[in-house]
């Protein structure tokens, strides 16, 4: 290991531990004066500090005693530590990352950790979006909106984005070029909608410097600037498969025509159109594919209001989602189980919701509210609520929002998709986008099980999920999985993430016929009855 090497490291490894110290609120001497060392050890140069560890005259600088000695003498050997070791023993060393906020102390990340199981920065932002911390003791709703402000700017230091931040992203620097007269458009990761974006590319025909060494802006004539969106959106299945039935249609040299639209180029092509974010396989030209839009939704379900973890009231959500052209929306707060992260309701406040939705109901000829829960999937794949329940909703979301490390989820779910008061399952994976992995099941299973049952597959729209994942909903689909696009909002303007689940669906090439929200009220309300 180099001196460079060693002196990071050890610095680091110092800052951590104390972390882990104050978390478990150790001996405060000791902590401080493992903190107290860590400036000393800074101001010696990479090699002094290595060779006074090696001789053991560092234990001869004031300040510095037999414990920090043998600590530093066991990283060198190691790159690690017995005090490192002993202090962090059944934590999850994710918690660091939570370190990186301000106005987050050891004792707060504890109390999110040991009431919430937050650990990593993702977990946290969603919680947070959630409204999770506003009646968690030591927070509030002041410092849940700091957190907010403080993880955005974590994540400006990231190397990925998620979709939705990369868009944010970008729109400036493209609106910027538009304005300028160019023909600006993103492409690449970005162009094509995928959920995590490494780089944020765009296609203009001006030149623009950007700061950000993430951003890359590529260059082209105005004469070829959709063929080369269109090129620069698509995979090499679907580019190949396009420009194969161009060359069957009798077009010579495509490339150098000054094509209006990217959408005359599949004109020319005598095939579908396909937007951007829909070029990920082969066009099938059997399969006459007609891409959806927000347009096309007939209402929402997964929405949550201020009787759980929403910000909005109920009325105030069905005025909103009225306002999108919705006949319907489903509510569904969180049940009983998740009553203390999510405020979740017990039998006798659910009871009292649905005397508010019949009166709200009542008030309305053309719109209508659903009464429906978002129930925990308990650990034996059970739902929240007993039968006698369960049997007065118009649907039920099924969720897992705990114990995820267990060993047979795959069982875990099947129990609740064979549950005939299962209307469709939620956030099926449980990723949260670069915060946490999806939990592991017999996705084969779960989908045939589903189609079997006629139980929907929701498409969870929230950007820090977009699960299920596109690329297995295309095959799913195929088979004849119905699905849901759904928003999860906790707010009016989480009605807004439905377009993230419109472009998942075009990704997965799904058919409107089975995306259950597409259809008029009354077929989705058969369709709920008939599956129970």
Known sequence: MSSLVLKDGLLKHLEDLVFFLE????????????????????GLSNANLTEKIADGSLIEMKGIGKGILALAKDYLRRQSSEEFETATKDLPLELLELKQIRGLSAKKIR??????????????????????????????????????????????????????????????????????????????????????????????????????????????????????????????????????????????????????????????????????????????????????????????????????????????????AQSKGWSYMGL????????????????????????????????????????????????????????????????????IHSRYGMTDMTQRLLAAIENPFTSMIGHISGRLLLARDPYEFDTKRIVDAAIANKRVIEINSHPQRLDMDWRILHDACARGLYVSINPDAHSVAGFDDTRFGVWLANKALIPHEQIINTWPLEKIESFLEKQR
């Not at 939705?164 to 023909?183: F, N, Q, W």
């Open 111 to 320: 109390t999110l950790y040991e009431e919430l199981g937050i650990k990593t920065l993702g977990e946290l932002e969603y919680a947070c979006q959630e409204n999770r911390l506003l009646k968690l003791k030591g927070f509030g709703t002041k410092i849940q909106v700091a957190l907010l402000d403080e993880i955005e700017k974590a994540k400006e230091r990231r190397t990925k984005f998620l979709l939705s931040d990369a868009i944010e992203t970008a729109r400036p620097i493209v609106d910027k070029l538009l304005k300028g007269g160019a023909m600006a458009a993103a492409v690449g990761e970005l162009g094509s909608r995928l959920e995590i974006v490494s780089k944020i590319k765009i296609l203009s025909t001006e030149a623009l410097k950007s700061s950000s060494p993430n951003i890359q802006i590529e260059i082209v004539e105005p004469q070829n600037f959709y063929w080369e969106f269109v090129r620069r959106t698509s995979s090499t299945e679907h580019w190949n498969s396009l420009t194969k039935f161009l060359e069957q249609s009798g077009i010579k040299q495509p490339e150098k025509i000054k094509w209006a639209a990217d959408s005359e180029i599949y004109s020319a092509a005598k095939v579908a159109y396909y937007p951007a974010e829909a070029r990920e396989y082969s066009i099938a030209p059997k399969i006459k594919f007609e891409a959806i839009s927000e347009k096309n939704l007939t209402g929402v379900f997964h929405l949550h209001t201020s009787e759980s973890d929403g910000i909005n009231t109920l009325e105030e959500m069905a005025a909103a």
């Open 332 to 399: 569904s707060d969180h049940s009983q189980t998740s009553f203390f992260y999510a405020n979740g309701l017990k039998v006798a406040r659910l009871e009292e919701q649905w005397k508010e939705v019949d009166a709200l109901n009542k008030k309305q000829k053309t719109f209508k509210i659903l009464k429906g829960v978002e129930s925990d999937i308990l650990k034996d794949g059970s739902l929240d609520y007993p039968t006698s329940v369960l049997k007065k909703l118009d649907f039920v979301i099924g969720s």
């Open 23 to 42: 978390y478990q609120e150790a001996n405060p001497f000791k902590i401080r004066a493992f903190q107290n060392a860590i400036p000393l050890l800074e």
